[in-house]
């Protein structure tokens, strides 16, 4: 049967594609083998599913992926006291039970991506929470800056007011000094009925 292109890539089919490749690689399979093998259940190309994953996928799993890749390398070491011996009719077996054993672990994969997908987002939802909360904060503490400057413009602007005042008042208080000893200073005389002035001792 023919593949068809399908360009519309639901969630559940980026979540079939995820837990594909993390299976293959996990298993010491190629990706090449992941994307074939979802390519037959999706009814899509090798490529397009290489080029979702790549293009869509693959930055989303980057922690589960070298988690993949260190199980892989677990299972690599621990193959000698794992492995099971090749029989002739292994092939036969394998071919007619697989189909089951994948279909199983398919789902329980998912169900785990599903639930590390669903952590991801509550993490997500929360750090949005902070950001959201530390912006208010910062607008907060812009606003209380700007109200501090302004105050600390009329608090200056109220200190050369007070200083204007003051030397105002200290020039008021000289002024009045200096006529009242004009006034005492003042000479009074009197005129004499001969017409003579006659100072007049104060």
Not at 8 to 20: G, K, V
Not at 166 to 177: C, E, F, L, N
Request: net charge neutral.
């Amino acid at each position: 049967m023919p593949k068809v292109r399908q360009d519309a890539w639901s969630h559940e089919d980026d979540l079939l594609l995820a837990e594909t490749v993390l299976r293959h690689i996990r298993e010491g399979s190629t990706q090449l083998k992941a994307f074939d093998e979802v390519g037959d259940v999706l009814n899509r190309t090798s490529a397009a599913c290489g080029f979702r994953w790549n293009a869509e996928i693959r930055q989303k799993y980057e922690q589960a992926v070298e988690l993949a890749k260190k199980q892989r390398k677990e299972k690599k070491r621990n193959e000698a006291s794992f492995a099971q011996p090749v029989m002739t009719a292994q092939p036969k077996v394998t071919k007619s039970s697989a189909p089951p054993k994948k279909r199983q672990e398919t789902v329980t994969n998912l169900s785990q991506v599903i639930s590390y997908l669903e952590t991801l987002q509550d993490n997500d939802h929360k750090q949005t929470t902070l950001n959201e909360e530390l912006q208010k904060l910062e607008e907060e503490n812009q606003t209380l800056i700007q109200t501090n400057q302004k105050l600390q413009s009329q608090l200056d602007s109220l200190k050369e007011d007070y200083q204007a005042f003051i030397s105002i008042m200290d020039r008021a208080r000289k002024m009045t000094m200096f006529e009242e000893q004009e006034i005492v200073n003042k000479p009074f005389f009197r005129m004499e009925k001969n017409g003579n002035l006659e100072h007049l001792a104060k």
